[in-house]
């Protein structure tokens, strides 16, 4: 076992306690210039299109993992010339089974545009507290698909997640507001974004968690029957196969007519590559997690970044603190905690799972290639 001085460090302090940190400032972060970007006065009377953001989002995480495989290749193969460390990677980038992940990586790729829904019609405190229903659609994938079983207080878990959810968002008196609320800070700055609508960004989350559970339960019922790559090849992998219905359907089929009049870059500023690059980004810093901490610090650093949000949200944004959102927000709190929590000591030489992805969806969850996603 590695004592206390071998564990690595940055700065004199552990790693893994500058990870879970980072994590929870970049999670917080995230959401609220997501928003902002949202509801911010268009650049040069144009708002950008989300398609565009969502495609070079994962050409960005394509890049970083691409990067981060290429070194992990290069110190296993130590002394190989360059382009044996190139075919190297590229056949395990490309393996016979690797397409398989094109159906997670569209269905992450659907999620991230749904984020960009919900947070134009939520405020960013009541979307981070909304989407840790991702945690209820996993375990139901899980449960359906897997055959996984669940221990009783990750049922009681799972109640408690989905009454704080219907506290916060779906109870007419909650501190998100009802239909059509406007934002304190935004009326008057432009006309064309209008009223947030609360259904709508709602509807938007739900389906982008249900999208994100069965993305993930997907993904991780395909790699039990994969060739064995790492963590980072999975990455590429995903990100890759990601670029495809980005393009093709966002960027192109949705949003092409428009983007050919305005421009792929209409609407951009400091802020929209802010928000690209803090998702794209994020899920490096969940990996640092999941790697130098365990799963259960990653969830921890999911509950200090909805406190976060929550507090910068009422500075901001001007939100509206209520009892029905605080009583909501301890409730999803505490079921994040009590769901992973272990029910028992880890055993001496309990074999631990070779695949701890990002998402996150994700899982990043906002994005498990290198996200949420995310």
Known sequence: MATENSKPTLL???????????????????????????IMPPVNGQRY????AVFLNEVLKLIIALAIAFRDTSRNL?????????????????SSDSWKLAIPAALYTFQNSLQYIAVSNLDAATFQVTYQLKILTTAIFSVTMLRRK???KQWVALVLLMAGVAIVSVMPSMGGGGDSKKHPKRDGIHADHGAMSNSIGLFAVITACATSG???????????????????????????????????????????RAIQQAGFFAGYNNVVWAAITC????????????????????????????????????????????????????????????????SRPPQTGEPQSEYKLPNSEDEKESDPALSQKS
């Open 12 to 38: 004199g302090m552990p790693l893994s306690l500058v990870s879970l940190a980072t994590l929870a400032v970049q999670n917080a972060v995230l959401i609220l210039v997501m928003h902002y970007s949202r």
């Open 49 to 52: 299109f989300t398609s565009t």
């Open 78 to 94: 130590q002394g190989a010339p360059f382009s044996t460390v190139c075919r190297t990677l590229q056949n395990q980038a490309f």
């Open 150 to 152: 669940l221990a009783f």
């Open 214 to 256: 069965l993305a993930g339960v997907y993904f991780e019922k395909v790699l039990k029957n994969s060739a064995k790559v790492t963590l980072w090849v999975r990455n590429v992998q995903l990100s890759f196969y990601s670029l495809f219905p980005a393009l093709f359907i966002g960027v192109i089929f949705k949003d092409g």
């Open 279 to 342: 998702q794209a980004v994020g899920g490096l810093l969940v990996a640092m997690v999941v790697n130098y901490a365990d799963n259960i610090a990653k969830n921890f650093a999911t509950s200090i970044s909805i406190i976060l949000s929550f507090i910068a949200s009422v500075w901001l944004f001007d939100f509206e603190i209520t009892i029905n959102f605080i009583v909501g927000m301890g409730f999803v709190l505490y079921a994040t905690y009590l769901y992973s929590a272990p």
